[in-house]
């Protein structure tokens, strides 16, 4: 049984930065594309970044690009999310997804196998 637990959600200040983790278990983690997504109340899920088997190639949304960095370790399973210059409109739940065999590309919440529950980050101006 696939599990993903994420870790490092806050309460901060417009312009602080935080850095989320997400540990898998029950998988081949090197044979898996992991993204992030966030969720807001009352909207949809939305893609934020993807990144592929090994690190090589990451995909960001427009939002985020330039303040948010994806990394992974496959040596500890774990995928990192080192985010900048938070902005009141980064508060949601950021959730972490695991898509097999995939390159990191993958937009749509439907393409990813497996998800975790979810960490709240909430950004004050």
């Known amino acids: 049984q696939v599990q993903l637990v994420e870790s490092g959600g806050g309460l901060v200040q417009a312009g602080d930065s935080l850095k989320l983790s997400c540990v898998a278990a029950g998988l081949t983690f090197r044979t898996y594309a992991m993204g992030w997504f966030r969720q807001a109340p009352g909207k949809e899920r939305e893609f934020v970044v993807g990144?592929?088997?090994?690190?090589?190639?990451?995909y960001y949304a427009d939002a985020v690009k330039g303040r948010f960095t994806f990394s992974r370790d496959n040596a500890k399973n774990t995928v990192y999310l080192q985010m900048h210059s938070l902005k009141p409109e980064d508060t949601a739940v950021y959730l972490c997804a695991a898509i097999y065999c995939g390159d990191g590309s993958a937009r749509s919440p439907d393409r990813y196998d497996d998800w975790g529950r979810g960490t709240q980050v909430a950004v004050s101006s």
């Open positions: 990144i592929s088997w090994n690190g090589g190639r990451s």
